[in-house]
């Protein structure tokens, strides 16, 4: 099993900027990718950003504005966050994918972008 944890979460202003760290542990090696999601109110879990082998992958809403990285020695995944909108709004989620074992969740983080 993998276990992930999320921080990094909290208000900013519109044009503001955020860093999400997600630490994982445990079975590690089992994990493939990496990814964070969001989930607005009354709206669907959705792809905010996914890194595997290197490769990056983001929505089409966040490109140029976020970056997602990776420090495999400390097991650690980023969501770097520049010029925030309100639209950004949700809680934040950091997903392991185990082709073996499924999907893996954190508990999520809250970032609110609000004047």
């Known amino acids: 099993q993998v276990q992930l944890v999320e921080s990094g979460g909290g208000l900013v202003q519109p044009g503001g900027s955020l860093r999400l760290s997600c630490a994982a542990s445990?079975?590690?090696?089992?994990?493939?990718?990496m990814g964070w999601y969001r989930q607005a109110p009354g709206k669907q879990r959705e792809l905010v950003a996914r890194?595997?082998?290197?490769?990056?992958n983001y929505a089409e809403s966040v490109k140029g504005r976020f970056t997602i990285s990776e420090d495999n020695a400390k097991n650690m995944v980023y969501l770097q966050m520049n010029s925030l909108k309100p639209e950004d709004t949700a809680v934040y989620y950091c997903?392991?994918?185990?082709?073996?074992?499924?999907?893996?969740w954190g508990q999520g983080t809250q970032v609110t972008v609000s004047s």
């Open positions: 890194i595997t082998g290197g490769s990056r």
């Open positions: 445990g079975s590690y090696f089992i994990v493939y990718a």
């Open positions: 997903n392991a994918e185990s082709p073996t074992e499924g999907d893996y």
